[in-house]
């Protein structure tokens, strides 16, 4: 780990959050030198923490091995510029091997997923994620989403169970039960936006005190991203309005046209800025080419 858990705490609640795509090649083989140009890339612009191998990355997608090698080549082309945060998962057993590999890479934290496919109790939730924190010195992160949904009391509960959570990311946009976390929680974690587009969330979020999302478009729009969250830190409201009404609600109409688009579409527009990552695996499919079209139309309009 480059930076202490203060540091850490600090980069992840207060700054724009990148979550690159996976690199791979013609073949469907990670690509390792075009992942690290990628990382080198997004470096230049003004981010506060990488999150590598996370949703936008495919991280179901990866076999451990590719996995080792993503975040061993994060931590290096980062090198102490921003923290790194790794993923884990799918059950407890594999979420603590990912951390552990996360671990020995560098990385500074995991961004910890909900177990694999089965509903699940709340002190079930509890069990699983006490276990993988209590298996690594990293800085945890709980991603509080889909069949891993924890409510207000199983969170204040592993926060006073694990001293290494710093925070919970929203994946659900359920400003109400969010909201219910932070009150009951309070300043003990960090909290961080986490729909899939979450600037259409942005001023939502900001106003339950929520200063920081996961930004996906930041993989091909970032110097757009990079506005849009300055302007919605700064209070400039016609900003963020405009960019809202002009590239995210249309993108969001883009996105929901097919499940898994919110991965593909990225992948696709990072394609059209010259940054090519490769086509998605499957389950996903990437875009059709009128769908293409369309995203390379809003890319050019809020490049003018």
């Not at 302007?231 to 898994?260: H, K, M, N, W």
């Amino acid at each position: 780990m480059a930076f202490s858990r203060q540091a850490v705490t600090g980069a992840v609640g207060d700054g724009l959050l990148s979550f690159p795509v996976t690199d791979f090649d013609a073949n469907g083989n990670f690509d390792a030198a075009s992942y690290r140009a990628r990382i080198e890339w997004l470096l230049k612009y003004e981010i506060s923490t990488l999150f590598v191998a996370g949703g936008t990355g495919e991280f179901f997608n990866l076999s451990l091995d590719e996995f080792r090698e993503i975040v061993t080549i994060a931590v290096e082309a980062t090198n102490g510029r921003v923290p790194v945060i790794a993923s884990a998962g799918m059950n407890a057993h594999l979420a603590r091997q990912y951390a552990r590999i996360a671990e020995e890479a560098g990385a500074d934290g995991i961004l910890l997923m909900p177990p694999y496919l089965t509903e699940c109790p709340q002190s079930g939730l509890f069990d699983y994620a006490r276990s993988v924190c209590g298996s690594t010195a990293l800085n945890v992160i709980y991603y509080n989403r889909a069949n891993g949904l924890m409510k207000a009391e199983t969170v204040k509960a592993l926060a006073d169970a694990c001293p290494n959570l710093i925070g919970v990311k929203d994946g659900r946009g359920d400003i109400q039960a969010l909201n219910t976390i932070i009150k009951t929680v309070g300043d003990r974690l960090v909290y961080v936006g986490g729909v899939p587009t979450a600037e259409i969330f942005a001023e939502a979020y900001l106003s339950i005190g929520v200063n920081t999302y996961s930004s996906a478009v930041f993989n091909f729009v970032p110097e757009m991203a990079v506005s849009f969250y300055k302007a919605l830190r700064a209070g400039d409201s016609a900003t963020v309005a405009r960019l809202t009404r002009e590239f995210f609600i249309p993108f969001v109409q883009l996105r929901d046209t097919c499940p898994g688009y919110a991965v593909s579409l990225v992948k696709a527009g990072a394609a059209l800025v010259g940054h090519s990552g490769g086509d998605v695996r499957s389950p996903l499919t990437m875009p059709s080419a009128d769908e293409t079209k369309r995203l390379q139309a809003l890319i050019d309009h809020v490049a003018r």
